[in-house]
Each structure stands twice: as structure tokens, then as C-alpha cells.
């Protein structure tokens, strides 16, 4: 009689079995896939989150910046998430300073290993951006 195996284990086997009968899966990486996420133009953020709809409320980079500082708060413990909120955040019209001061005034209330992990998160799409010669 053999043991009984774990379902769990047996579906990841054969997942990974199915995977490598894909030739692209072989190079496939989570970075490469979010390069290929798209990053939501200003305009539609400002009518969906901005003033558009809100007349008088916060503008697309205002609530953009909230949203770091929310992530921040919580451990910027998805590189995914940051990483795009950083991105949104750029094309809403935030500055490198605005995106590094926001997330600076979070070690206040999250503590400064907190704000070094969102900062290091940051830097991956600020450096990126530089390299491609785009303004931040």
C-alpha cells in the first residue's frame, strides 16, 4: 500500500509538467510579465479618481500619492502593486520628489524599515524611467 499523497503537491506536479510542454513558459518571469501591465493615461485617471467626476475634489496625483502612502503603510508588501502605483502615480503628473517625499513622510507613522522596503520598491520604476531618458 503506498502513502497517500498530498493533493495540493500532485497539482502543483502537474502544473509545472504542463507548464514545461509550453515553450515560452520556459522564460517566462513574474518582471516580465508586469512589463507587459499597461499604465492608465491622465486623462482617464482624472475622469475616474480626478476631478472629472468630483468637481472640487482631489486630483488624479493627489489620490495617486494617498495611494503609495496607504501601500506604505501596509509594508508595501506586494512589489507588483507598488511597483504599478509608482508608475500611475508618474503619469498623474507626480514628480520624483513628490513620490519620494510621500512615501519619506510614511516612515513617521510605519518606521523607517517600512519606508527603506517602499523607497527600494520606488527606486526600481524611478531608475527605470530615468535609463529610458523620460522625466520623473
Do not use: C, W, Y
Not at 509545472?16 to 517566462?28: D, G, I, L
Not at 508608475?87 to 503628473?93: D, I, M, P, Q, S
Not at 512615501?103 to 517600512?114: D, K, R, V, W
Amino acid at each position: 500500500m503506498t502513502a497517500p499523497t498530498n493533493p495540493f503537491e500532485q497539482m502543483m506536479r502537474q502544473a509545472q509538467e504542463m507548464a514545461k510542454s509550453f515553450p515560452a513558459m520556459e522564460a517566462f518571469t513574474p518582471k516580465g510579465f508586469e512589463k507587459m501591465m499597461g499604465t492608465m493615461p491622465k486623462d482617464m485617471m482624472e475622469m475616474m479618481f480626478g476631478n472629472t467626476l468630483n468637481e472640487g475634489g482631489l486630483d488624479a496625483r493627489t489620490r495617486m500619492l494617498l495611494v503609495l502612502a496607504g501601500l506604505t503603510m501596509q509594508g508595501a508588501q506586494s512589489d507588483v502593486a507598488f511597483r504599478q502605483a509608482v508608475r500611475h502615480a508618474l503619469a498623474a503628473g507626480a514628480t520624483k520628489q513628490n513620490i519620494v517625499e510621500t512615501i519619506g513622510q510614511m516612515s513617521m507613522f510605519a518606521g523607517l524599515p517600512t519606508m527603506t522596503r517602499a523607497l527600494e520598491l520606488a527606486q526600481q520604476v524611478l531608475g527605470t524611467q530615468e535609463e529610458e531618458g523620460k522625466d520623473t
